[in-house]
């Protein structure tokens, strides 16, 4: 007698249902979801150039660099600083070669054609689907991906936020990577700091050499670029880097961190403030490394990089509404655990987060709502529930969990 494998909790009957639909009629649905894809791309591509403020900062300081300036003297374009590191001027300079609606263009494309994708691609290996679950999953949720606020304002604003994710979500999950891993997630840390927030991932999952190469790859960027521009790094490093007002006022709206949602009730941070903030962020950091531990030992990588994510936006002084662009990832990463194993708390996670990201842009919220950071909420209850449900649920989700990143 053949002894019947056991592969786990099995989706509802529901779920299987609806793939079994969706595979039935995949060739309809590609050819509705590339259409809407299509008119998503034409929508971005025919924004009137000059709204993407950021990315003018990005091309005039490339331009800086060229034209040997100082990057940190004074604002660069509309009043805007580039508050960036001297690395990153470098890395700017190809955008101060062409016109500026040809770099918006370009730009535009590139995040809508090469980061997004990839980040899905990365994603949907490391939860272990196969090619036809990437193409399926992968035509249903780009659309609606698009759509998310937070990505709305980074293709509005010109930003590199998904180039920064794309750069770690590789890094971290690739199974075999061809280059030393830790070297992207140290380019993107070169580049903008946050990204050495994810070192953590590295270190609870047991890859201390990965963790040296990202150290190393950034200090060995900042190297390079002191030797470009020693005065730029001095600044940087000495004055420009605690310049928090170069970025903007820590209460307005946008801003959706922690010590942000803590200053939005007064006009300031007072000591109180400060205190209060010192004492959450150690929470969060707490609550993010037992959330973290568990989920790596059900075997769920992915989610574990949400959450050092959701955990670094949270402690980070100024996390801007198109920083958060981490609710893509997060979705996708619920939402197929939850079709995978059943799990509901998974699905409500998908589903609230969908609903957070959609939302009218941060900047229409007035009166007694300002006061309320919902993105700080989300990803505050996405850590909770982590750490809290982890041993309750192991058994069922390290049977239908991820294959873990080697």
């Not at 963790?211 to 790859?217: D, E, H, R």
């Not at 390290?398 to 990143?405: N, P, T, Y």
């Amino acid at each position: 007698m053949h002894e019947v494998e056991d592969r786990g909790p099995r989706p509802p009957v529901w779920g299987r249902r609806l793939l079994a639909e969706l595979v039935a009629a995949r060739r309809v649905l590609v050819g509705a979801v590339v259409v809407m894809d299509v008119l998503a791309v034409l929508q971005v591509l025919t924004t009137e150039p000059g709204n993407q403020g950021d990315l003018a900062v990005y091309q005039e300081a490339g331009r800086t660099v060229l034209n040997h300036g100082l990057l940190y003297a004074d604002t660069l374009v509309n009043d805007l600083w580039f508050t960036y590191t001297p690395f990153a001027s470098l890395a700017f300079t190809p955008l101060a070669l062409v016109p500026y609606p040809v770099a918006s263009l370009l730009f535009t494309a590139l995040l809508i054609v090469a980061p997004l994708p990839l980040c899905l691609l990365t994603v949907f290996r490391a939860l272990g689907l196969d090619r036809w679950a990437w193409l399926l999953t992968g035509i249903v949720f780009a659309p609606a991906l698009l759509c998310l606020q937070p990505v709305r304002d980074t293709l509005g604003y010109g930003q590199i936020n998904m180039v920064l994710m794309a750069l770690v979500l590789v890094d971290c999950l690739a199974e075999r990577p061809w280059w030393p891993r830790g070297l992207l997630v140290g380019i993107a840390a070169a580049i903008k700091l946050t990204p050495l927030a994810f070192l953590l991932f590295f270190l609870l999952n047991r890859d201390r050499r990965a963790a040296l190469v990202a150290g190393l790859t950034f200090v060995a960027g900042a190297i390079a670029a002191y030797l470009a521009r020693p005065a730029d790094s001095m600044s940087y490093w000495t004055s420009a880097i605690f310049r928090t007002d170069h970025i903007g006022p820590l209460g307005i709206r946008i801003n959706q961190s922690l010590r942000g949602t803590i200053a939005r009730p007064g006009t300031g941070l007072t000591w109180l403030d400060s205190t209060v903030w010192l004492v959450a962020c150690i929470a969060v950091l707490v609550v993010a490394v037992l959330g973290m531990r568990r989920v790596l030992a059900q075997g769920q990588p992915a989610r574990a990089v949400v959450l050092n994510a959701f955990a670094a936006l949270l402690v980070s002084p100024i996390s801007w509404s198109h920083h958060w662009v981490w609710f893509a990832p997060a979705i996708v990463v619920h939402a197929v655990l939850g079709l995978r194993t059943g799990d509901r708390t998974m699905l409500r996670l998908a589903l609230a987060g969908a609903l957070v990201a959609m939302a009218p842009s941060i900047d229409t919220i007035t009166g007694r709502f300002l006061l309320v950071s919902p993105f700080v909420v989300y990803a505050g209850v996405t850590l909770v529930l982590a750490a809290r449900l982890g041993r309750a649920r192991d058994d069922a989700l390290s049977r239908g969990g991820e294959r873990v990143a080697g």
